[in-house]
């Protein structure tokens, strides 16, 4: 179409003249008010990123931090309402999974996501302790994922059958390959498709 | 002294499902019972995984649109405005005002019909037969509407992103109107059947509580939320298509009982009725569709909108790569996330009222498992 726009790639910080998919990055801009620098007066370093895209702000944190800043924004920032926990797979980067923590605050109106980088085969802290709903919430992820939570109190696959090979939503989990021997032994079915 | 035997033990574990009809679909809950008292539940769900989340990186944005529909069924509509509107985000469009407001009937209409199979089937559970064949009656007549405006009747595919599917039929604003004026009285109808009657009453005021702290502890949202008295809607926290404009109240209860939430999805279809009347009046020419390129690609980047679904808190959680196809989705389902307070609200609770307590969190699998 004529009036197609061109969904102009943010620019790359290093010009990288105009390779076909240029490895863009989200054209986030910088998140400033009283809750950012709230948080990086108490949690200083481990605070990596404080920005919003399209309005809706996030912050990116060291993975060990996660917990400690849920129970901050708990207790001290009334953001009582963990709305989801999810995770990104991003197998080309060493840093392999974006887990992302959304958080809502019922008497500030307002919600953040709190994203931390972690590698494959890291185990994360559970968020248990601080939201009980983050339960099934972090058995999905690792069940989908295989990111396995410690001091989780039921971790569990959720979704997928207990004796399930493999983790669907990794990227290199095949969307026509799924556990053969499973759909084989339980369902009867000898192609296993 | 003989050995102690099986019947020493007053604890059984007993098994529901996944093919129970108070199940409201596959679901298992394992039961630990003492007598006829709960003392633990253990939910098994997944039987309906078909890997929607997957599924949507592996299609175009327009591709997948149809595949949210499958997951709440009885609420399609919701399903493909949030989906519609967190892909509108990424591309930061923004539908037109005909679009808009036709967006807000039907999924209050559908709200509507979403209640009134929760009201039906509810109420079956509990043993009260008759107003399961009313609600379907009148759920007959939103159907009706929606086959009317895009040919389908459950998996309606009703909006498109950046606007609607469908330019409105002739008559669409009377027949809504007439479905309105036909139906507030149907309210008082099952009021009159339910609201004092005593069995009713007996077998759902005081079960299943969740006060606001336990529903906020466990991410609980919708009317299982505001029945505990927390005043809390996304249509009005963080409106999306223009809700803004239109005047509704927000129906709340005290208790956070079975009976409060029932009260409460009661008073929300008169409500979704006010706006709906609201809406028909704001209807203007127009264009249904924004400027939406042919091939949706959207900037790299993630967002996250969510809406009020009639179960709750309704998210898309979608992550950008700069490609015809989303990197990753994900769907926050209401239900999913409420059934884990199952546990909290049967534990020592009696048998009978668990299937009480499933039915009035108004799941639907199809979600939860996606």
């Not at chain 2, 239900?335 to 199952?342: D, E, I, K, R, T």
């Amino acid at each position: 179409m004529a009036d197609e726009q061109k969904p102009a790639p943010p620019k790359p910080p290093a010009g990288a003249a105009k390779a076909p998919p240029p490895p863009a990055v989200m054209a986030a801009t910088p998140w400033e008010g009283e809750l950012p620098s709230v948080l990086r007066e108490q949690f200083g370093g481990a605070i990596l990123e404080c920005s919003t895209y399209l309005g809706q702000p996030f912050i990116r944190v060291t993975p060990g931090t996660v917990v400690p800043i849920l129970d901050f924004l708990k207790f001290e920032m009334e953001f009582d309402y963990l709305v989801d926990v999810t995770a990104v797979d991003y197998p080309k980067r060493e840093e392999r999974f974006d887990l992302v923590y959304i958080v809502y605050s019922f008497a500030r109106n307002e919600r953040i996501r709190v994203v931390t980088r972690i590698q494959d085969g890291f185990r994360p802290e559970s968020a248990v302790c601080v939201h009980l709903t983050a339960n099934w919430l972090e058995r999905e992820v690792y069940d989908m994922f295989g990111i396995e939570f410690a001091n989780h109190p039921d971790l569990r696959r959720i979704l997928m059958p207990d004796d399930w090979q493999g983790h669907p939503l990794r990227k290199d989990y095949n969307i026509l390959q799924m556990d053969q021997r499973w759909v084989q032994e339980n369902l009867g079915i000898e192609s296993g498709q | 002294m003989a050995d102690k035997t099986f019947l020493d033990s007053t604890e059984l574990v007993l098994n529901m499902g996944p093919q129970h009809p108070s199940t409201h679909g596959v679901l298992r809950v394992i039961l630990k019972l003492d007598g006829e008292k709960i003392m633990g539940t253990d939910c098994v769900i997944g039987y309906l995984h078909r890997g929607v989340e997957k599924i949507a990186e592996n299609r175009t944005y327009a591709m997948f649109a149809p595949y949210v529909d499958r997951m709440d069924y009885v609420a399609a509509v919701s399903n493909g405005l949030g989906y519609c509107l967190a892909v509108e985000k990424l591309l930061s469009v923004e539908a037109p005002p005909r679009a808009q407001v036709t967006r807000v009937i039907l999924t209050e209409l559908n709200r509507i019909a979403s209640h009134l199979l929760w009201l039906g089937t509810h109420a079956l559970d509990i043993g009260a037969t008759t107003p399961l064949f009313y609600v379907m009656r009148e759920r007959e007549e939103i159907l009706n509407i929606f086959e009317k405006y895009c040919g389908a009747r459950l998996t309606t595919h009703a909006f498109r992103i950046g606007g609607l599917q469908y330019e409105l039929y002739e008559g669409f604003e009377e027949d809504t109107l007439r479905f309105c004026d036909w139906f507030l009285p149907r309210v008082d109808e099952y009021e009159e059947l339910l609201t004092e009657n005593r069995i009713w009453v007996d077998r759902l005021k005081g079960v299943g509580i969740l006060d606001a702290e336990d529903c906020k502890a466990y991410g609980v949202t919708g009317p299982v939320l505001r029945a505990a008295g927390v005043e809390w809607d996304l249509r009005r926290a963080q409106p999306y298509s223009g809700y803004e404009q239109y005047e509704f109240k927000i129906p709340t209860g005290q208790n956070g009982d079975t009976y409060d939430r029932y009260l409460v999805r009661m008073e929300e279809m008169r409500q979704s009725v006010r706006i709906i009347r609201q809406a028909v009046e704001r209807i203007e020419p127009g264009p249904i569709m924004a400027k939406v390129p042919k091939v949706i690609k959207p900037p790299v980047g993630e967002v996250y909108v969510s809406i009020e679904a009639p179960k709750g808190e309704l998210g898309y959680f979608i992550v950008s790569d700069g490609s015809t196809q989303p990197y990753r989705v994900r769907v926050r389902p209401p239900s999913f996330v409420n059934l884990q307070a199952l546990d909290k609200m049967a534990r020592g609770g009696l048998f009978a009222d668990i299937v009480a307590i499933i039915g009035t969190f108004d799941i639907v699998l199809g979600e939860i498992d996606r």
